[in-house]
């Protein structure tokens, strides 16, 4: 692991290049899940390996039906590494994962741990070992999160917490290498914000960022900064109108300091609650800018996660409804020069339907995600867009 953090500012700039126009001249299913042993509805997105191997979490299925942690092979081949059993180990990964440079994974679940069913951060081994690091109590320290974690250079985690805290509307939180759990932020719902579903991301100076889905001055939620000594700022306060609301995709920054993501709603075109949700760019000075603000048509809508950048300043999503056939969404691209371009049509079921989680570009320059239904059984799949 290079750098102070593993998901530091460099890495969400994302090596590799992807183009294309209209629609995609490739796409593919890598592997439609079965909501047995094999997991079902993902709805977190994927990483990979130096070897092309992807790895994720499917919310359901399994064991138990409570979840999984999955790896689908370079070759297409599906393993699940773990089956959670919705106890103490954690139920319902609504998380992506973090993966160290000893092969471990880390991750949160929505719900379980022996507390109040409030969900856990877990570690799990290469060997399949799952350990849980932290069970939340509902308390001060949050409850029920469904972003992933951050790792900086010393093993310290970082997260949010979309409940609990002392104002019940969610927590940031750090949980050192050594087990300590501290909480950075509780928020009030106030002009702080509430209800944090997005993860983190932190730049050289440990500075960390993140959005909170409501509050803010007009209650249609926030970007925030904490310094590394604690400092909580807002830096922007959506108003519900074309700047869009209910910011909870995860951001991403370029060289210059510039922080990407979306809205779910709003954007003043379609849709309801005043749009369909948009893409937006917050420069170092708050100057916000909207790059495309979604009609719920052929160009999509309501995207529920943030965007990936590639190296020439293209950005790449998904939205969860919209498109030219069944309204089951779309992956799109924005291009440098602030050309949209729909670059997949989800049609159903064979494809794939409501892809909730983000894009990751691979080591060969391609597009992979995750739809949350959808493919052979219904239940959701992997895929490749190519360029």
Same mark, same amino acid.
């Given at each position: 692991?290079?750098?102070?953090?593993?998901?530091?500012?460099?890495?969400?700039?994302?090596?590799?290049?992807?183009?294309? &126009?209209?629609?995609?001249?490739?796409?593919?299913?890598?592997?439609?899940?079965?909501? %047995?042993?094999?997991?079902?509805?993902?709805?977190?997105?994927?990483?990979?390996?130096?070897?092309?191997?992807?790895?994720?979490?499917?919310?359901?299925? %399994?064991?138990?039906?409570?979840?999984?942690?999955?790896?689908?092979?370079?070759? %297409?081949?599906?393993?699940?590494?773990?089956?959670? @059993?919705?106890?103490?180990?954690?139920?319902?990964?609504?998380?992506?994962?973090?993966?160290?440079?000893?092969?471990? $994974?880390?991750?949160?679940?929505?719900?379980?741990?022996?507390?109040?069913?409030?969900?856990?951060? $877990? @570690?799990?081994?290469?060997?399949?070992?799952?350990?849980?690091?932290?069970? $939340?109590?509902? /308390?001060?320290?949050?409850?029920?999160?469904?972003? *992933?974690?951050?790792?900086?250079?010393?093993?310290?985690? $970082? !997260?949010?917490?979309?409940? /609990?805290?002392?104002?019940?509307? *969610?927590?940031?939180?750090?949980?050192?290498? #050594?087990?300590?759990?501290?909480?950075?932020?509780?928020?009030? !719902?106030? =002009?702080?914000?509430?209800? =944090?579903?997005?993860?983190?991301?932190?730049? @050289?100076?440990?500075?960390?960022?993140?959005?909170?889905?409501?509050?803010?001055?007009?209650?249609?939620?926030?970007?925030?900064?904490?310094?590394?000594?604690?400092?909580?700022?807002?830096?922007?306060?959506?108003?519900?109108?074309?700047?869009?609301? #209910?910011?909870?995709? #995860?951001?991403?920054?370029?060289?210059?300091?510039?922080?990407?993501?979306?809205?779910?709603?709003?954007?003043?075109?379609?849709?309801?609650? /005043?749009?369909?949700?948009?893409?937006?760019?917050?420069?170092?000075?708050?100057?916000?800018?909207?790059?495309?603000? +979604?009609?719920?048509?052929?160009?999509?809508?309501?995207?529920?996660?943030?965007?990936?950048?590639?190296?020439? /300043?293209?950005?790449?999503?998904?939205?969860?409804?919209?498109?030219?056939?069944?309204?089951?969404?779309?992956?799109?691209?924005?291009?440098?020069?602030?050309? +949209? &371009?729909?670059?997949?049509?989800?049609?159903?079921? &064979?494809?794939?339907?409501?892809?909730?989680?983000?894009?990751?570009?691979?080591? #060969?320059?391609?597009?992979?995600?995750?739809?949350?239904?959808?493919? &052979?059984?219904?239940?959701?799949?992997?895929?490749?867009?190519? @360029?």
């Amino acid at each position: 692991m290079s750098g102070r953090f593993s998901a530091l500012w460099g890495c969400l700039l994302v090596c590799g290049m992807v183009a294309g &126009s209209a629609e995609a001249r490739d796409f593919r299913v890598l592997y439609a899940f079965l909501d %047995g042993a094999d997991g079902g509805t993902p709805n977190t997105p994927v990483i990979e390996d130096a070897a092309g191997n992807l790895f994720g979490t499917a919310l359901q299925g %399994g064991a138990e039906n409570d979840g999984v942690v999955f790896e689908i092979a370079a070759d %297409g081949s599906e393993s699940t590494l773990y089956s959670f @059993k919705g106890g103490s180990d954690g139920d319902k990964p609504e998380a992506g994962l973090t993966e160290d440079a000893a092969g471990n $994974f880390y991750g949160t679940t929505n719900l379980g741990g022996s507390a109040c069913d409030c969900g856990t951060v $877990f @570690k799990l081994a290469p060997d399949g070992t799952e350990t849980v690091l932290h069970i $939340f109590t509902g /308390g001060s320290d949050g409850a029920y999160p469904q972003a *992933g974690l951050i790792e900086d250079s010393a093993g310290n985690l $970082f !997260g949010t917490a979309t409940g /609990g805290g002392t104002n019940n509307n *969610g927590t940031v939180f750090r949980l050192a290498a #050594n087990g300590t759990f501290t909480v950075l932020h509780g928020f009030t !719902g106030g =002009p702080d914000g509430g209800f =944090p579903q997005a993860g983190l991301l932190a730049d @050289k100076k440990g500075n960390l960022y993140g959005a909170a889905a409501v509050g803010g001055a007009h209650n249609d939620g926030t970007v925030f900064r904490i310094s590394p000594r604690g400092t909580f700022k807002v830096l922007y306060a959506f108003t519900g109108g074309i700047d869009g609301l #209910n910011p909870i995709g #995860n951001l991403i920054a370029d060289r210059a300091g510039n922080l990407y993501s979306t809205t779910r709603l709003g954007g003043g075109t379609g849709c309801f609650d /005043g749009g369909c949700g948009t893409v937006f760019k917050l420069a170092p000075d708050g100057t916000k800018t909207v790059l495309h603000a +979604f009609t719920g048509g052929s160009d999509g809508g309501e995207p529920y996660a943030g965007v990936t950048r590639d190296r020439n /300043g293209n950005l790449y999503g998904t939205t969860v409804t919209g498109g030219t056939a069944n309204g089951y969404g779309t992956a799109f691209r924005i291009a440098a020069d602030g050309t +949209f &371009s729909v670059l997949h049509t989800f049609t159903g079921p &064979s494809d794939g339907e409501y892809p909730e989680a983000g894009l990751i570009i691979g080591n #060969n320059g391609r597009l992979y995600g995750t739809a949350y239904v959808g493919g &052979s059984d219904s239940w959701g799949t992997v895929f490749l867009l190519a @360029k």
